[in-house]
Each structure stands twice: as structure tokens, then as C-alpha cells.
């Protein structure tokens, strides 16, 4: 009888891994299927790299790892998060209870590794409150942020560092890319309060956020910052390998939106915990 019992177990048991395994592939093709509408981008892989069960009957989060040829980047391999129960899919979740987001399951800690002093833009790095941002210098909610949170953190700098991570959503605003190395060889110029200056300046005086003329996006920075950078300069190893850097410290922490923050660790969606901190 024992053996009996096993064998039907064992039976259900197979049958609920292929079950499993057959609804993990819908989500894979429902992904591979949203890649090929983004024209431009070469999909070349998509794996299942961590499922996790919500508590919710017959739901699961899906932790994606793509491979992708991207214009500008070359290949490169990024996390996207999905949830499922087989017959729907979503991009995002959340508890009826408490209006929480179940894609915190799967975010990652941010840890003193992101505290580096190169990144560092305002304030003491031996502050009590740590806090982190990751930037596209085109992106409008970012350009209504930064400028606030230097200032901010100057009028408080013993009490905040801020450190700034260049986060260009290259999809977006393709301009972006070649802005934040321009930001990079600024510094190294010692030119002053670039993040500031680039935040205030309206560079759709000078061209579109979609250009990819990198001297049509490099002269409107030239004019706005007074400086006299050239194409050499902006291609250097130095300017393409901070941002790209910088880039891959947020995918590291899966950001998908600019201006992303974090206070002491905690990824601070509401900008609550910033606007509690100082004065």
C-alpha cells in the first residue's frame, strides 16, 4: 500500500513540475514577444534566473535575465520582472491590502559598495545619511528633482552625502548617453557644479533628446557649459567606461526609472524619507 501511495505522489508530482515548467515557458515567450515589438534592440536571450511564489493562490513572480543587442551598447544583459498564474501576466502586482508592490521580493540591498567617493556630489562622506540617486540628465522628473537635492544636501552637508550614479535611458532619450560622458570629462576639468548646471539647462535649445549626432549633442553642451570639449575627449576611455560603470551599478540594483533614490539603503519611491532628512 505504501508503495501504491509513492507511485501516485510521485505521479502528481511530475505532473505539477511539467505544469510548472509549461507555464514558465508562456511567461519566457510572453517576454521574448514584448522585446520584438522594441525595434531596434536584437533579443538574443531569455531565462527564468529566479521564481518565487507570492502567497497568492496559483501566482508567481518571474525574475527574467535578458541578453540583448542594444544600439550604442553593444550586447548587454539586464532583469526584468514579470508575475503569472499561467492564464494573465503582469508587469506588476500588488497586495489589496496594504497597496504594496510584490516586486520587493526581488529587490536587491544597497550596500556601502555604492557609497564611492568618485560619485560623490554634494555633502560630507562621513555624513550620518547616505544617499544615492541614479540620473538621466534628459529625463523631465529628474530635471524637477536634482537641482532640490543639491541644494538640499549644500545647506546640510554634515548631515547628507549625496552621490550621483549617470543612468541614461538610452531608449528614451538616446541624447543622454553622450551628455553624461560630456558630464565626465567636465569634471575632469575641473569645471564646477556640473550636475547643477546641467539639470538647470534647457537643452532642447539646443537639440532633441532622441538625437544620436554625438557633435550636434556635444556643441549644445559645449554652449551651455562654455567649455570646449572635443569628439576625442568625449570618446575616451575615461568618459565611456564611468558612465558605463555607473550604468552597470544600477542594473546591478534593477533600476528602470530615473530619478531612482536611495536613503540609507532604502529605495525611497515616495521621496519621504529625503524630504525628512536636514533641516
Known amino acids: 500500500m505504501k508503495l501504491f501511495k509513492y507511485g501516485v505522489s510521485t505521479l502528481l508530482l511530475g505532473a505539477s513540475l511539467f505544469a510548472s515548467a509549461a507555464v514558465d515557458q508562456k511567461v519566457i515567450d510572453f517576454e521574448k514577444m514584448r522585446f520584438l515589438a522594441n525595434q531596434g534592440i536584437s533579443l538574443q536571450k531569455v531565462v527564468v534566473?529566479?521564481?518565487?511564489?507570492?502567497?497568492?493562490?496559483?501566482?508567481?513572480?518571474?525574475?527574467?535575465?535578458?541578453?540583448?543587442?542594444?544600439?550604442?551598447?553593444g550586447v548587454v544583459s539586464g532583469n526584468d520582472i514579470l508575475f503569472s498564474n499561467g492564464e494573465a501576466v503582469s508587469t506588476d502586482l500588488l497586495n489589496m491590502k496594504d497597496g504594496s508592490s510584490y516586486k520587493t521580493i526581488f529587490e536587491p540591498k544597497l550596500t556601502a559598495k555604492y557609497?564611492?567617493?568618485?560619485?560623490?556630489?554634494?555633502?560630507?562622506?562621513?555624513?550620518?545619511?547616505?544617499?544615492?540617486?541614479?540620473?538621466?540628465?534628459?529625463?523631465?522628473?529628474?530635471?524637477?528633482?536634482?537641482?532640490?537635492?543639491?541644494?538640499?544636501?549644500?545647506?546640510n552637508p554634515d548631515d547628507i552625502a549625496l552621490y550621483y550614479y549617470h543612468f541614461p535611458l538610452i531608449s528614451l532619450h538616446p541624447a543622454a548617453l553622450d551628455l553624461s560622458r560630456a558630464m565626465v570629462i567636465a569634471k575632469e576639468k575641473g569645471v564646477k557644479d556640473v550636475e547643477m548646471t546641467m539639470y538647470l539647462t534647457n537643452f532642447s535649445n539646443y537639440f532633441n533628446a532622441r538625437e544620436?549626432?554625438?557633435?550636434?549633442?556635444?556643441?549644445?553642451?559645449?554652449?551651455?557649459?562654455?567649455?570646449?570639449?572635443?569628439?576625442?575627449?568625449?570618446k575616451t576611455a575615461k568618459a565611456v567606461d564611468e558612465v558605463q560603470s555607473d550604468m552597470t551599478m544600477g542594473e546591478a540594483m534593477r533600476i528602470q526609472g530615473t530619478p531612482t533614490i536611495y536613503v540609507n539603503g532604502k529605495n525611497d519611491k515616495s521621496r519621504k524619507l529625503f524630504g525628512a532628512l536636514g533641516n
Open 212 to 234: 544620436t549626432n554625438s557633435a550636434t549633442i556635444l556643441d549644445g553642451f559645449n554652449k551651455a557649459f562654455k567649455t570646449n570639449i572635443t569628439m576625442e575627449e568625449l
Open 115 to 155: 557609497y564611492q567617493k568618485k560619485n560623490l556630489i554634494a555633502g560630507n562622506e562621513n555624513a550620518k545619511n547616505k544617499v544615492v540617486v541614479f540620473s538621466d540628465p534628459l529625463c523631465p522628473y529628474c530635471q524637477q528633482t536634482i537641482p532640490g537635492m543639491i541644494q538640499k544636501v549644500n545647506a
Open 49 to 73: 534566473e529566479k521564481k518565487e511564489s507570492l502567497g497568492v493562490p496559483g501566482w508567481y513572480g518571474y525574475m527574467l535575465k535578458i541578453t540583448a543587442d542594444v544600439p550604442g551598447r
